[in-house]
């Protein structure tokens, strides 16, 4: 085989080298990438279409306990709402047997669809019925939020203890019933 024979053929094999490569990089790679694309687009929008499913299929269930959350934020009544709360601390107290020493309120107003009321009691007792109203706090239908809780001790003997608890209650706006 003559030499020029072998690199005509040696030349032919790299231009169909390169040329192979370079379709590679110039079409197989985009449309792979495409199709990859294009499947996970589709598996997010199947998923969309499951979770809205379940949603639908699960409509009553949130909507009556959106309604319940809704009919038990406090009323729009500023005066009323504090009475709310402060009812509710005379119930856990007597329920419990701790003692409350102060109450400290304060409105917020955050935005236009709800304004939040936070109150602050220190509680004095014992390890029982502080922990009992802890538990009156959280199980109360008011839509109260225990925002923070500071354990101290005011004996030696650790025997009786004080409590700093931070409520929140939500009053919604008439927009946002």
Same mark, same amino acid.
């Given at each position: 085989?003559?030499?020029?024979?072998?690199?005509?053929?040696?030349?032919?094999?790299?231009? &169909? &080298?390169?040329?192979?490569?370079?379709?590679?990089? *110039?079409?197989?790679?985009?449309?792979?990438?495409?199709?990859? !694309?294009? #499947?996970?687009?589709?598996?997010?929008?199947?998923?969309?279409?499951?979770?809205?499913?379940?949603?639908?299929?699960?409509?009553?269930?949130?909507? #009556?306990?959106? !309604?319940?959350?809704?009919?038990?934020?406090?009323?729009?009544?500023? #005066?009323?709402?504090?009475?709310?709360?402060?009812?509710? /601390?005379?119930?856990?107290?007597?329920?419990?047997?701790?003692?409350?020493?102060?109450?400290?309120?304060?409105?917020?107003?955050?935005?236009?669809? =709800? /304004?939040?009321?936070?109150?602050?009691?220190?509680? !004095?007792?014992?390890?029982? #019925?502080?922990?009992?109203?802890?538990? =009156?706090?959280?199980?109360?239908?008011?839509?109260?939020?225990?925002?923070? &809780?500071?354990?101290? *001790?005011?004996?030696?003997?650790?025997?009786?203890?004080?409590?700093?608890?931070?409520?929140?209650?939500?009053?919604?706006?008439?927009?946002?019933?």
């Amino acid at each position: 085989m003559p030499i020029k024979d072998r690199e005509k053929k040696l030349v032919i094999a790299t231009l &169909v &080298v390169v040329g192979l490569f370079v379709a590679n990089l *110039v079409i197989l790679t985009p449309l792979q990438n495409a199709w990859k !694309a294009r #499947s996970d687009r589709i598996a997010a929008l199947r998923k969309q279409i499951s979770d809205g499913k379940l949603l639908l299929q699960r409509q009553q269930g949130i909507r #009556s306990h959106w !309604a319940e959350m809704r009919d038990n934020t406090l009323t729009n009544n500023t #005066s009323a709402a504090e009475q709310q709360v402060f009812n509710a /601390i005379n119930r856990w107290t007597q329920d419990s047997g701790a003692t409350v020493s102060s109450i400290t309120p304060q409105w917020k107003h955050d935005t236009d669809d =709800y /304004i939040t009321y936070e109150c602050r009691l220190d509680v !004095a007792g014992d390890m029982n #019925s502080l922990t009992r109203f802890l538990y =009156y706090i959280e199980k109360d239908p008011l839509a109260l939020k225990l925002e923070s &809780v500071e354990l101290g *001790v005011k004996d030696k003997e650790g025997q009786l203890l004080t409590l700093g608890v931070q409520i929140n209650g939500l009053v919604l706006t008439a927009k946002a019933k």
